[in-house]
């Protein structure tokens, strides 16, 4: 791979041909575990000189962490994973084969392979609505619901009622809290 | 006769056509082209559906078909049709093949029958068990084992 050539000054690395080039990856096509194609590595991406993953462009630019490399060939990177950023711009149908629209986005919490839920969207020009994971049956080339669409819904948006309920109380007790130790200050004060 | 209003789970011959046929993966198989009425019976016995271009037309049965839908026609079962003309990759993603055809014992999956990426590698058969994924593409496992015709010829005159 490196040729006889390459004159060796390192302290760490004896043998260059037990070690890999970063640009190897380069050019690879990137499969998911199902075999659906995510895209071609087109860079690589270091941290203090270690590699942590691929950015990978197909239909949406996406890096994906080391972590989730499951095999490797001269042509191909296999990954562990579907990764959850396909979902979006598939077709939507509800319980009664009705199409709702398409995924415009996910509901993320944090940059781990997992979602909340997702946003749907009939047209460019409509809102988008928000459905949550536990109505979603299948969500591999289309997605399917559990239940009717006006159902899935109406749950969605009572989930996030009551998450900002909880929000709302939390912030109320902190204040609350705050202005007792401010009251029991100017108490002592005096 | 009743109207259409008076019974709300009727649906007339153009509400299905032109409809996609999805499969429980939630893959769309095609457009639903045609609906089979027995004329004994009078009843309706399957579909069929356009896989596309250059690809033989699917008929399915009505026991296979799950719900007609408003928007689309969902199946039971992923038909064994869909698997043929998948590329096949190796573990590590390496091209193997295709898939030329599908072995079935009991309505079941027993082996694929794979044409290699050269001509020289020729037919051969893998077993369902040595496969790992099946999705866009079919995927083997690290151990799988390739089992030519003629090997396999073998075996079926011993087994005779």
Same mark, same amino acid.
């Given at each position: ?5 390459? /004159? ?6 004896? /043998?260059?041909?037990?070690?890999? *080039?970063?640009?190897?990856?380069? #050019? ?8 659906? &194609? ?23 630019? +996406? ?28 077709? &939507? ?18 940059? +781990?392979?997992?979602?909340? #839920?997702?946003?749907? *969207? ?14 979603? /049956?299948?969500?591999?080339?289309? &997605? ?8 899935? &819904? ?7 009622? *009551? ?28 | ?39 004994? @019976? ?39 049709? $869909?698997? %043929? ?7 590590? !993603?390496?091209?193997? !093949?295709?898939? $030329? ?34 999705? @866009? ?15 396999? %010829? ?7």
């Amino acid at each position: 791979m490196f040729g006889k050539r390459v /004159d060796l000054i390192s302290r760490n690395v004896g /043998d260059l041909d037990k070690t890999k *080039k970063a640009s190897s990856y380069i #050019g690879k096509i990137v499969y998911s575990k199902k075999g659906e &194609v995510i895209g071609r590595i087109y860079d690589v991406i270091l941290k203090k000189g270690v590699l942590m993953g691929v950015l990978v462009r197909g239909k949406r630019k +996406t890096f994906i962490g080391k972590e989730f490399f499951a095999s490797e060939s001269k042509e191909a990177l296999m990954l562990k994973i579907e990764p959850v950023t396909s979902i979006i711009g598939r077709q &939507v149908f509800d319980s009664l084969g009705k199409r709702i629209g398409k995924v415009s986005g996910l509901k993320r919490k944090s940059n +781990t392979n997992t979602y909340n #839920g997702i946003f749907v *969207k009939k047209s460019i020009y409509r809102k988008a609505f928000e459905i949550s994971k536990k109505d979603i /049956d299948v969500a591999k080339k289309t &997605v399917l619901l559990k239940k009717p669409h006006e159902k899935a &819904v109406a749950s969605a948006q009572a989930a996030a009622r *009551k998450t900002r309920t909880k929000v709302k109380k939390k912030k109320s007790k902190k204040t609350s809290k705050t202005s007792s130790k401010s009251r029991t200050r100017a108490r002592k004060k005096k | 006769m009743n109207k259409k209003s008076a019974n709300k789970n009727i649906i007339t011959c153009d509400e299905i056509l032109g409809k996609d046929a999805i499969d429980p993966d939630g893959s769309s198989l095609g457009v639903i082209t045609k609906v089979h009425v027995d004329k004994k @019976d009078r009843k309706l016995v399957g579909i069929t559906v356009d896989m596309g271009f250059m690809k033989p037309d699917l008929y399915i049965g009505i026991n296979y078909v799950k719900q007609f839908g408003i928007d689309a026609v969902f199946l039971k079962k992923v038909p064994h049709h $869909k698997f %043929k003309g998948l590329k096949v990759l190796s573990e590590g !993603g390496e091209l193997v !093949g295709k898939v $030329k055809n599908i072995v079935t014992e009991n309505k079941n999956i027993k082996e694929f029958e794979i044409a290699g990426k050269r001509i020289l590698d020729g037919k051969f058969f893998i077993k369902y068990s040595d496969i790992k994924e099946i999705g @866009d593409h079919v995927i083997l496992k690290k151990s799988h084992k390739r089992v030519s015709k003629k090997e396999r %010829k073998k075996k079926n005159k011993k087994k005779k």
